[in-house]
């Protein structure tokens, strides 16, 4: 079982610490505010408050363990880094930091964090892909070109059965499911023979510049 | 070309305004502070500074043309929800709204807001899902049910082919591709009797418990 430290009880950090604390994972959480430590502290294994710029603090309380350490204040920068060189001197494998914007970003990278996750910006990417598809539910990124697509079946596919309409090789998308309707049950054994019906939403994976073709020329 | 507003030009905000304008859709930004809105300028159609609880501003400039509104404010729970009460009086037919905790999602839905993204929240799921799987690199998941799992092909599957191993059989996954590192191109077609190589990463999709095993039983 690993070893999981929160420094910083915010959303994110809370939202980490009791996902993995319910799956049984050792979680060591700090925050200086004794509500953020309530809210955890039937998730996780120890929910300590205090300030987690005091590496004697972290010693204390074993954090050298931690395999993960995720570091959950974004708002302040200073707070960050000497979290960052506190992980560093206890030697952590694996620092996980929370950056507002890309400044903040490239200054825990320099620190030697090793993943920076941008909540606002990442969703913000989100949003405007899905947007951007409107009849397109949903994009994921899967790589440079690949991408999984859940869209809303065109008029035209209808009543007609995916085999018939070889996709695959008209396209080159390759239908993984169906849906009828957004927050519907994924069926991913669809009988290639079965008819489309009206309302279905398609779950594809494909390149992505396939699926923008498809986009207008249905329109 | 549809017209976009975005109140609220943070991070997710201009996230927003800045990757629709660059789509050529017709982007109109509103902030109170001029940095923001002029950080987006070269982006949008209208970048306006001024306060969007005011709805005489808002129609002043156009925003009942607005298909989709995007409310980028988190943390002012009263500038959001009047807000969504301006969006709805101007007949905006789709409003997105981000909060930072449940308790405001809640009140901004019962507000009428179509969407709410939680970023904090989500980016938390995003990051204990990365942290659980870490033979996994990557989960997506596609609903309570089904997810797509990147993992490291485990030792005795190397040399085999997929066929030989019949995995929708025994493990209930549809393997839609395979990597030959964690940044690499991912091959969507392979074929079935190719040998799996060291080192390979594979992409899958199937019942999210289904892989919790997977995951165990090859340690
Ligand atoms: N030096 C510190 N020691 C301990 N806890 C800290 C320290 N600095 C900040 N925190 C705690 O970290 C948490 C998150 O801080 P911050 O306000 O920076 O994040 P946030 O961006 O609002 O979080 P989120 O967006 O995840 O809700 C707060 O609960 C705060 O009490
Ligand atoms: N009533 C208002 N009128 C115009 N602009 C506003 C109003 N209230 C807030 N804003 C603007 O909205 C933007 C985002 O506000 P806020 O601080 O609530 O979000 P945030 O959660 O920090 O954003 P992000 O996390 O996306 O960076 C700010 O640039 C602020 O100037």
New binding site residues.
Partial sequence: VKTIGV????????TIAKELGEQHYDVIA????LI?VNRVEEYVVQAVQ????DIELLRSIGFSNCEVVVI?????LE?SV??IMNCKKLGIKRIIA?A?NRTHMEIMQEMGAHEIVR?EKEMGDKVARNIMRNNILDVITLDDENSIIEFNAPERWIGRSLKEMDLRKKYKINVIGMKSDPDGKLAINVPPEEKIKPGSFIVAIGNSETFEHLDYTDQ
Same sequence: chains 1, 2.
Avoid: C
Avoid at 50 to 53: A, L, P, S, W
């Fill in positions: 420094l910083g009880l915010g959303v994110f950090g809370s700090v925050d200086k505010d953020d205090g300030n987690f710029t959950g204040t974004g708002s302040n707070a000497m979290a929370k507002k909540p």
